[in-house]
């Protein structure tokens, strides 16, 4: 196989397969129809364009169909785009494997469940360790395979467990630094935060939000899960009400889709590693294909910054 998107240069020529991520129709200034492509293989993606989309086209080349293209890599305000020359579907005597079009966490799902169980082990509050327990438990295979967003951070298969275990490592480390912190209610935030994105996006691969994603949103549903499971475990008292602060506060203001803003100590620090553990992933995503002594692309999410990366960094 060909190398992979990561590590494609501007003015490079490149002829190979790809998976669409999602495929968008929009009209040019000319007034004629256009799609917008968001190619992948299992190193990242790359927006192309196809100019003059026939109605053909929209229906050929769709969400998660793999595609061969011929092109030229190109750079449209700050990041790659791949300018199309020759595009067509993968023909049925080819066999290209879904995985080589997948990207993973760098983690296997057996050693990410070993250390998430570790942690659970480690809570001394039975309350919180029931209702935690409980919810990845019901959760368990879709948390383990679904990327923790579609795009921005961590978007890729087992994305959102690998996103828990790396906020739990801080987290370990920032306990040992403030003994004051409650680790109990810090581990249970963590590996609750996110979990309504099980319900909130459409699967592992490809992934869109769903009807309950779109109108209420991963927070408010697995706020609810968090009363449910309570209600099943007979639970009562401050520790739901305040795990459900926990995931509440947890974008950390309201303009970015935070209800409530932290009002505990546990609830800032868990707001605060979750934007560390998106914010350096997303970086040292645009700075691996990046050589020494040179910028990145812009990292939209990032106030659409370049990083540097220094010429005595390999």
Known sequence: MNKGIRFFEIGEQI???????????????????????????????????????????????????????QGDVQSFRGKQQLRVRKIRPLME??????????????????EMQSKINEYIFEMTNPNIQRITRYLLKKFETKFYEYPAATKNHHEFYSGLAFHVVSMLDI??????LYPQLNKDLLYAGIILHDLGKVIE?????????????TL????????????????????????VVVLQHMVLAHHG????????????????????IDNLDAK???????????????????????DNRSFYKPSFQD
Do not use: C
């Not at 987290?171 to 040992?176: D, E, H």
């Not at 996006?201 to 994603?213: D, F, I, N, Q």
């Open 93 to 110: 005597q080819e066999q290209i494997p879904i995985d080589y079009f997948i990207e993973r966490a760098p983690l296997e799902i057996e």
């Open 15 to 69: 002829e190979q397969y790809f998976l669409i991520k999602s495929s968008t129709k929009g009209i040019a200034s000319n007034g004629k129809p256009f799609l917008t492509l968001i190619l992948q293989d299992k190193t990242g993606e790359i927006e192309a364009k196809l100019w003059d989309a026939t109605e053909e086209d929209e229906l050929r080349y769709t969400d998660q169909t793999i595609i061969k293209i």
């Open 201 to 213: 996006l459409s699967g592992p691969v490809s992934a869109s939000y769903t009807l309950e994603g």
């Open 171 to 176: 987290a370990k480390s920032l306990v040992s």
């Open 280 to 302: 350096i992933t997303m970086i040292n995503r645009a700075l691996d294909k990046t050589k020494p002594g040179e910028f990145s692309e812009r990292v939209f999410a990032l």
């Open 253 to 272: 203001k309201a303009e970015w889709g935070s209800p409530k803003p932290p009002m505990i100590r546990e609830a800032e620090v868990l707001h605060f």
């Open 216 to 239: 209420l949103g991963h927070i408010t549903i697995i706020v609810e899960e968090i009363g449910k499971a309570a209600e099943q475990l007979e639970i009562e008292g401050e520790e």
